[in-house]
């Protein structure tokens, strides 16, 4: 097969880590794997843990791939809130592209032991999720500022917390809570 990403280096048949099947472009250094190759090895080895200190280089594809298996072209899946970098993957064939490097961020994010989760409708909403808190986290901090964010937040969990927090909410929202007028 062809490599999905340089175009240049064959896939040839390896052993990610020497743990499970993938096959190696010879050019680029990227890696296709079966999600299945995957799952089998990981439910022979629900212990296994990655060494997560490795040092690398990440060459990430940002055009759409196409499968080496199929010729359609393949998703791409965000890994975390953490990083913008995206994994490619083939519904049809159960592949995964990963490019240079990223096996080995996987394992920095501690997503190695998860790689068939990442592809999942929840993982992905669970990500958009926190993406959207993040972005709102920023901007109420931004138009705020750190110091006085910090305390509208505390405020607002101590709220939560109260019993007759709808009647606070009212008095704090008045504009003279202790007028019969509105």
């Known amino acids: ?8 280096g064959e896939l040839t048949p390896s052993f990610l880590e020497g743990q499970f099947r993938s096959h190696t472009c010879t050019n680029c250094h ?17 212990e296994f843990s990655f060494d997560e200190s490795l040092q690398y280089d990440i060459d990430e594809s940002k055009q ?5 298996v199929t010729g359609t072209i393949m998703r791409k899946f965000k890994l975390s809130t953490t990083t913008d970098h995206r ?10 592209w990963l490019d240079k490097g990223e096996w080995e961020l996987l394992k920095k994010e501690n997503l190695a ?3 068939n989760s990442v592809l999942t409708t929840h993982w992905q909403r669970n990500i958009r999720t926190n ?5 709102f986290a920023e901007i109420y901090q931004d ?3 750190e110091e006085t964010y910090t305390k509208i937040k505390a405020l607002r969990e101590w709220l939560y917390q109260q019993p007759n927090k709808a009647d606070l909410r009212a008095y704090l929202l008045a504009e003279d809570p202790y007028s019969a007028e509105k």
């Open 1 to 8: 097969m062809k490599c999905t990403s340089c175009k240049q």
């Open 131 to 135: 993406s959207t808190k993040d972005n």
């Open 64 to 68: 759409a791939l196409l499968c080496p």
């Open 30 to 46: 990227g890696n296709w794997i079966l999600i299945e190759d995957y799952v089998a090895w990981k439910e022979r080895n629900p």
């Open 87 to 96: 994994i490619d993957y083939s519904a049809s064939v159960g592949g995964v």
């Open 113 to 115: 032991g998860s790689l």
């Open 143 to 145: 138009k705020f500022g």
